[in-house]
């Protein structure tokens, strides 16, 4: 069972779960972090057992993998997720100095203007709409990005997204009316503004934010 108490089984987990993958290797660094907010395919070397947990078909969650397939036990109910997941691509890099820095497939660079030591960053780009937007905006919102950065280091960078959808002369023009909102790790919570654009291309179809 996942989310028992061993030794008091009437204390059941108080939480949530999503995307539970059973493994029989030891997975890298690396991979945990760049496939922590994608799908797998299933067919992983080492992977045992994967829930999606997207559906329930005949009151079970199916494993994609061996069919060890699941069942909710103690009242437990599906509920919608705002787990920050979905089809897309993620690319990590190790930086050590300024420079930019493309994050290969996901759309997004970082130039690093400082860095005070050798960092790693983790960026996923999802092909996919957040489950909420930000309140009274007209959100540029068929993708998002989550950043992760691991290691003390500090450091100063400009970053620049693609976006899918078109920018234009007019944004080009006026490059402060694009901007970014961030949030926390988790997605239930709200976005909230950070900065503007200072250099938009409508030819590359590129927002440039600062600092």
């Known amino acids: 069972m996942i989310g028992m108490e061993t030794l008091y089984p ?6 949530k779960m999503d995307e539970v993958r059973l493994w029989n290797i030891a997975r890298t660094e690396s991979e945990i ?16 057992s994967y ?3 997207n559906e329930l078909v005949n009151g079970e969650f199916l494993d994609i993998v061996n ?18 997941f979905g089809s897309g691509s993620s690319f990590s890099s190790t930086v050590t100095s300024g420079g930019s820095v493309d994050f290969t497939g996901t759309d997004l660079s970082l130039n690093f203007n400082s860095i ?4 790693d960053f983790t960026v996923t780009k999802l092909n996919v709409s957040p ?12 993708q998002y990005w989550i950043v992760h950065k691991y290691g003390a280091g500090t450091f100063d960078a400009d970053l620049t997204v693609v976006l899918t959808e078109n ?20 997605a239930a919570t709200e976005w909230i503004y950070l900065l503007d654009a200072t250099n938009i291309d409508a030819v590359q179809n590129t927002a440039t934010f600062p600092g």
């Not at 069919?67 to 920050?84: H, Q, R, T, V, Y």
């Not at 489950?131 to 068929?142: G, L, R, S, T, Y």
């Not at 009316?177 to 961030?182: A, D, E, G, P, R």
């Open 131 to 142: 489950n909420i937007n930000p309140i009274a905006n007209e959100p540029f919102d068929e």
């Open 67 to 84: 069919a060890n397939n699941a069942i909710l036990e103690w009242e437990s109910e599906m509920s919608a997720s705002d787990l920050p």
């Open 167 to 186: 920018l234009d002369v007019n944004d080009e023009n006026n490059p402060t009316q694009v901007k970014m909102f961030s949030r926390e790790s988790t």
């Open 116 to 119: 005070s030591a050798e960092t």
């Open 10 to 15: 009437s204390l059941p987990l108080t939480g």
């Open 33 to 48: 972090r760049e496939n922590m907010h994608i799908p797998l395919v299933g067919t992983e070397a080492g992977l045992v």
């Open 51 to 53: 829930w999606q947990m």
